[in-house]
């Protein structure tokens, strides 16, 4: 798997996704009940989503 | 990133994670049934089960009154004064905690447990069981403040490990794509890579449970400042004045009725009464929700008279208190029901396997030298710290 150096930028894309949507998920119950609940629910399902993808797609 | 830097963060992430993994475990693993108190104190039947209908802290013909409640705790508890009262929107329930004396330490206070619909006694809260026990073990390992703080100092060493493991990401993750999992080829890489993983994904979740946790431990001295400047502002014309007795309190229902004027559509969380932590000794400080799920969290102190119930002042908490407010649903994550309750566990459990894979790293190859170490993060794990 021995890759080209990649940018920062690239190192950090999924990551910075992944915590942005903590964050909204974290966020969005805080504002409401009913769709922000669920909402958040969503969005903070992607941490655990990405730990159990990656476990499937990356495992070598 | 030169070796130098990388060295620095390696030292940085190395001597952060070591000093706090032990307590960091402790407050993972106690606070993952603390997660879900509610539902085990239901299941357990340690508290009366929330009965529905009216909320306690609406303003309502079918609820009993505020006056008549309070004196139905302190016929319960003969010579004792009232100290708090505090309610519910979800339903009838409230509480009324009573003590020997107005500035009554916590472990004098009593907690009786209402119904404001029926006027009747839904229970007393139990201090034992062993949820209170995981709880004391959480909040100061039952050390009181210095405990607190002590956790505090250990949660802030824990955002310095995040911090440092994010920056370390960098260089580790160069030539790697995201989530790489090489599982079959040395178990200390296969932790490594997890330990990776799990630490940038569960990054966002556990920077902010972990800030939350600090500001937590920051709660007396973030109270007390209020009191000291905001309070004493708000309260100056009654600076110097000597504390009311208990036996002049006037009407609690006459209090709430004049907030209420002035605060149309607001209804208290809780009451606090002269003398203690939350008011000065002159008022009934009723701290006021917000009318939005949003600001149901941020509380307002309208400061009534004790003695003649006229209003003193209402105004807003500064930012600091704010923050406090806030951070209680960021860490306890109740504010979501059962579903994110769920995913604060999972979590939580992340936290724990991203907290023993790094000490597993660690114990794996202690006594390599640091620059081996180094070669090891900037290789993105190709290069084993060798013994």
Not at chain 1, 32 to 54: E, K, N, Q, T
Not at chain 2, 100 to 129: H, Y
Not at chain 2, 304 to 326: F, I, N
Request: aromatic share 8%; proline share 6%; hydrophobic share 50%.
């Amino acid at each position: 798997m021995r890759r080209p150096r990649q940018s920062l930028r690239r190192v950090f894309a999924v990551p910075a996704a992944v915590a942005i949507f903590s964050i909204v998920g974290l966020v969005a119950a805080l504002t409401g009940d009913g769709w922000r609940d669920a909402l958040s629910w969503a969005a903070l399902a992607v941490p655990p989503a990405a730990i159990i993808w990656a476990m499937k797609a990356r495992t070598t | 990133m030169s070796h130098a830097a990388v060295r620095a963060w390696f030292l940085a992430h190395k001597w952060s994670s070591l000093i706090c993994t032990a307590f960091l475990l402790m407050l993972c693993v106690t606070g993952l049934p603390l997660i879900f108190h509610d539902e085990i104190d239901a299941l357990s039947g340690d508290t009366p089960s929330a009965a529905t209908g009216l909320a306690s802290s609406q303003d309502h013909p079918g609820l009993k009154p505020l006056d008549v409640m309070l004196a139905k705790a302190l016929a319960a508890k003969p010579g004792s004064v009232p100290l708090f009262m505090a309610f519910d929107n979800a339903g009838p329930l409230m509480t009324i905690t009573t003590g020997p004396s107005p500035g009554a330490a916590e472990k004098d206070m009593t907690l009786q447990i209402f119904n404001r619909a029926t006027g009747e006694v839904a229970g007393a809260a139990e201090e034992g069981g062993v949820m209170h026990f995981i709880l004391q073990l959480h909040v100061d390992m039952f050390l009181g403040l210095p405990g607190m703080f002590f956790l505090g100092a250990m949660g802030f060493l824990f955002i310095v490990a995040l911090v440092s493991g994010v920056v370390l990401y960098a260089p580790f993750m160069r030539r790697l794509a995201f989530g790489t999992l090489r599982t079959s080829r040395s178990k200390r890489l296969k932790w490594l890579d997890y330990h990776n993983l799990l630490g940038v994904v569960a990054l966002a979740w556990a920077s902010v449970v972990g800030l939350t946790g600090v500001i937590n431990t920051l709660g007396t001295p973030i109270i007390q400042l209020w009191q000291m400047r905001e309070l004493a502002e708000m309260t100056r014309l009654y600076a110097g004045k000597a504390a009311l007795p208990p036996e002049r309190y006037g009407s609690l229902d006459a209090a709430m009725a004049e907030v209420r004027r002035v605060r149309p559509g607001n209804n208290p969380q809780f009451i606090a009464f002269p003398g203690g932590n939350f008011s000065s000794k002159h008022h009934y400080a009723v701290f006021l929700q917000g009318d939005t799920p949003l600001t149901e969290h941020l509380l307002t102190p309208a400061l009534v008279d004790a003695e003649t119930g006229r209003l003193t002042d209402v105004r807003t908490l500064p930012w600091y208190a704010q923050a406090l407010l806030l951070s209680r649903p960021l860490h306890f994550g109740d504010y979501g029901a059962l579903p994110l309750k769920i995913l604060w566990a999972l979590l939580d459990i992340v936290t724990i396997v991203i907290l023993v894979t790094g000490l597993y790293l660690w114990i794996g190859k202690r006594r390599t030298t640091v620059a081996a170490h180094v070669r090891e993060v900037e290789t993105g794990g190709e290069a084993a710290a060798a013994l």
